[in-house]
């Protein structure tokens, strides 16, 4: 794939899309962008990770991690691509063929949105494996009891991915006993799970969930019950790589938007931009995007060679979140009042971006990783 092509092409449907504006329609309306889904669907980008064979277009993620930060770049989120993209990696990588056959082609067809992932618990916030939510064996069924929070997108999921305990864990592994299911919801019965959304600062539809007594068909445990932790883990490089990218796409348009606005407007006589208070915090916003940038392509390299890749997936997540954040609080500075002002992009931008230093993943987590596993200090998680 030509990446260059790959992103003008992505770049000209963000464009046709209504660019910014649309998004910041979408933003005062609180509502879900459906156009930018059915787009984005049959131009198959939202199966971009999915093999052609099951009807995907099988690119490598760092492709694909293009795809999200040009829409980031656009002055859009692609919150609502990247949850179809890599949702379904568990069941492309565990899944028997034979359940990667009656989804796969589905999902990268739009005809089933998998975009629910329902792993975070709000007693166990971000220690995961203390999640309670018990999947019990009945015969040819699981029978699920339990609570979710912030499980994304439910009102528009086809299906979700569930992590529930089917047992204990050990003093050995903290993870055992955990499970992961794929949850048709149009076959739930009612009642059996309670939505109660949860307003948030950025256009995101997120829930909590209570579930009681759902019923799932044994057929639809992913892989082996017991080791679903392990592969939700294995699909975090990916997702880390992928909220990198999407961190540097909406730096970019934070510095691109700033930078335009303070050559133009004149204060005291001159262009805004020519006062070093006002230019250096965009300049430095941008070098930290830079390299946050070159970490997320070793990182995605990386891992399309197959190779280990957690340490540069982490640092890519950690270094592109802070300077998203950083590019927002220089572009805030920068246009002053009309930092503020929803027709300037910049506050809806600064409110999305800024997630990503706490979810998928907390930056806290990240850098518990990196002090243990890289540096091999004592473990604080
Ligand atoms: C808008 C939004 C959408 C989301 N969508 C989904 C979704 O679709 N599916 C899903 O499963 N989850 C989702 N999440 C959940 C998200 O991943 C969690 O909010 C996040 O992991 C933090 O969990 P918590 O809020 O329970 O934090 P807590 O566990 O209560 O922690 C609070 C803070 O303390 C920090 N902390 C905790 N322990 C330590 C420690 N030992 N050392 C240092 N710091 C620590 C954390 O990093 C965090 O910043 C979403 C969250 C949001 C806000």
Known sequence: MDREQLRADVRALC?????????????????????????????????????????????????????????????????????????????????????????LPRIASGEVRLQAFGVTEPDAGVDTTSITTSAIRQGDVYVVNGRKRWTSRFAHSDAMLLLARTGPATPEDRGAGLSVFIVDLRAVRPGAIEVTPIPVWMNNETNEIAIRDLEIPAENLIGDEGRGFRYIIDGWNAERILIAAECVGHGRFLVERASA??????????????????????????????????????????????????PQANMAKLLASEASWQAANAAIDALGGNGFAADYDVERIARET??????????????AFLGNKVLGMPRST
């Open 261 to 310: 606005y303070v050559t133009k407007r004149e204060i005291f006589g001159k262009p805004l931009g020519a006062n070093q208070s006002i230019q250096f915090p965009i300049a430095r916003a941008h070098a930290a995007l830079e390299a946050a940038d070159l970490v997320r392509k070793d990182a995605a390299d990386r891992f399309d060679r197959g190779e280990p890749c957690g």
């Open 15 to 103: 464009e046709r899309l209504g660019g910014a504006a649309y998004w910041r329609a979408l933003d005062a309306q609180g509502a879900y962008p459906d156009a930018f889904a059915r787009a984005f669907t049959e131009a198959r980008y939202l199966a971009a990770l999915i093999p052609a064979g099951y009807g995907g277009l099988g690119l490598s993620l760092g492709d694909t991690s293009v795809i999200v930060e040009e829409i980031n770049h656009s002055g859009g989120n692609a919150g609502t691509a990247h949850a179809q993209l890599y949702t379904m990696g568990t069941l492309l990588r565990w899944g028997s063929e034979a359940q990667k056959r009656a989804w």
């Open 354 to 367: 800024r997630l990503y230093i706490v979810a998928p993943i907390s930056n806290n987590l990240v850098l």
